[in-house]
């Protein structure tokens, strides 16, 4: 199984560019590509995704997680969805050596060697000469297992820089240069607060992409980058994810449009395989639900939307009354914002869903992010095990400000913020809202439990 993995010696050394542009060259080449992103992310999957994607084939970028996926699932789901590819990309997040525990088990270098994925550094050498050499040296040096073949120079300040900074690695060491970028405005892409804009809300997205691809095979070696990928050794056969379908006799209503998009491409496959049948909702501009049985609102970016979503009225109220009267829904983060009576930021206030008793507040600073724990109280209403704990992750801006003080709470917050700094999964007859993300993994069933809970609605009176 051909495969490299796109790591970086710090954050913002522009991996995530170099790697869309990889995509798009090698798609480009004939090639296959399946991506992956380490860790939790939305935007950045978005971006490979699209990058890999072709006139004939539709690709999907996949995460691979420590914190909420074991070590076989992370195999499994990498030989499940690396099978009909020619060759695949891991993309790291922050620094090679950087995660969450000490003893780097949550890193990047750590899902390099489960993978035992070869590794090319992205290395930001502004203002570097000769001191490029310890750097490469010493990522060496700190763990021999970690197979790093080769790095692609970026954001160099001309040939002269460059030819100096080959002279140097080639002399010092015996990682290969594979690539060196030159300062190029075609790498740069908009970023707000939760990172990268996402590819679908950029209109511009297509022509990037395609002017990283250019970028890439101009000062690129992709025919090395290949040969490293071949020379990538059998991984072990995994255990085979499930992914047995059963009749899909529940219609399940997804909000996704560019205010509702985050949603895990996993996480809709196994709720079609739970046995629903996916019906997208565009609440900025449908004007009512359709025949659904349960809804899914997703995070996103309600907040760049407000105007428009306070707009349009006659979906707010139906969704508000669907829920009174109720309907399963699930909201996450920017649903759960959705749901709320109102959404202020900076000096603008509008109204929304109102199902929650609670107003949102926009500021400057996360008010959470990060990696979260969660455990289920006996307010959960999905069918499961009330004394289950939850690995999950947030990333929010917003905070409640007013909530009801009689509110219950589906979850204790372990670890993390959630809706109150204690509490998170708001719920309110058939409403389950979070600021957590869950993903449906073995130890988080939640698509089955989710899709479980709307069938046992629907038939209750049959």
């Not at 990047?108 to 310890?134: C, E, F, S």
């Not at 970023?191 to 395609?210: A, F, M, N, Q, T």
């Not at 996704?256 to 019906?279: H, K, M």
């Not at 501009?285 to 309600?302: N, W």
């Amino acid at each position: 199984m051909s495969r490299f993995f796109i790591s970086a010696a710090h954050k913002s050394s522009g991996k995530t560019t170099v790697s869309i542009g990889l995509c798009a060259a090698l798609t480009a080449k004939g090639k296959i590509v399946q991506p992956y992103k380490k860790g939790p992310d939305y935007i950045d999957p978005q971006w490979l995704g699209r990058a890999s994607s072709s006139q004939t084939q539709t690709r999907h970028c996949f995460n691979l997680d420590f914190y909420t996926m074991s070590p076989d699932e992370i195999l499994g789901s990498f030989a499940q969805h690396s099978g009909d590819a020619d060759i695949s990309l891991i993309e790291g997040n922050k620094g090679l050596y950087d995660g969450l525990d000490l003893d780097g088990s949550n890193s990047n270098a750590a899902l390099a060697k489960l993978t035992q994925t070869p590794v090319i550094l992205v290395l930001d050498a502004r203002g570097m000469t000769r001191g490029i050499a310890p750097l490469i040296l010493g990522y060496q040096a700190f763990d021999r297992d970690i197979n790093i073949r080769g790095v692609i120079l970026n954001q160099l300040g001309g040939a002269r820089h460059e030819d100096k900074l080959r002279q140097v690695i080639e002399h010092y060491t015996d990682v290969e240069v594979v690539g060196a970028i030159h300062k190029d405005a075609r790498f740069d892409i908009d970023e707000r607060h939760l990172g990268l804009v996402p590819s679908h809300e950029d209109p511009y997205s297509d022509k990037k992409i395609g002017l990283l691809r250019q970028a890439i095979n101009d000062q690129v070696d992709l025919d090395k980058i290949i040969d490293i990928a071949n020379q990538a050794p059998a991984l072990p056969k995994a255990t085979e994810l499930k992914s047995t379908a059963i009749k899909k006799d529940i219609r399940l209503g997804i909000i996704r449009n560019t205010a509702f998009c985050f949603y895990y491409p996993d996480d809709l496959i196994s709720l079609e395989q739970a046995g629903a049948e996916l019906v997208e909702i565009d609440n900025l501009t449908d004007s009512q639900l359709p025949d659904i049985d349960g809804l899914f609102i997703g995070g996103g970016f309600p907040e760049t939307h407000l105007q428009e979503l306070e707009a349009n009225q006659s979906i707010r109220q139906a969704i508000h009354q669907a829920i009174e009267n109720g309907l399963p829904v699930y909201a996450e983060c920017g649903g759960l914002m959705y749901l709320a009576r109102s959404i202020k930021w900076n000096d603008q206030k509008n109204q929304m869903v109102g199902i929650i008793p609670g107003d949102i507040i926009m500021e400057a600073k996360p008010q959470g992010r990060g990696y979260v724990r969660l455990q289920e109280t006996n307010n959960g209403i999905w069918p499961g095990n009330p004394d289950n704990v939850i690995s999950a992750h947030e990333f929010h801006y917003s905070r409640f400000e007013n909530l009801d003080k009689d509110a219950r709470f589906a979850f204790d917050v372990v670890r993390g913020t959630g809706i109150n700094g204690k509490n998170d999964g708001f719920v309110y007859k058939n409403l389950l809202a979070c600021y957590s993300h869950q993903r449906s993994t073995e130890q988080n069933h939640w698509t089955q439990r989710f899709v479980d809970f709307i069938r046992q609605q629907k038939y209750k009176n049959t």
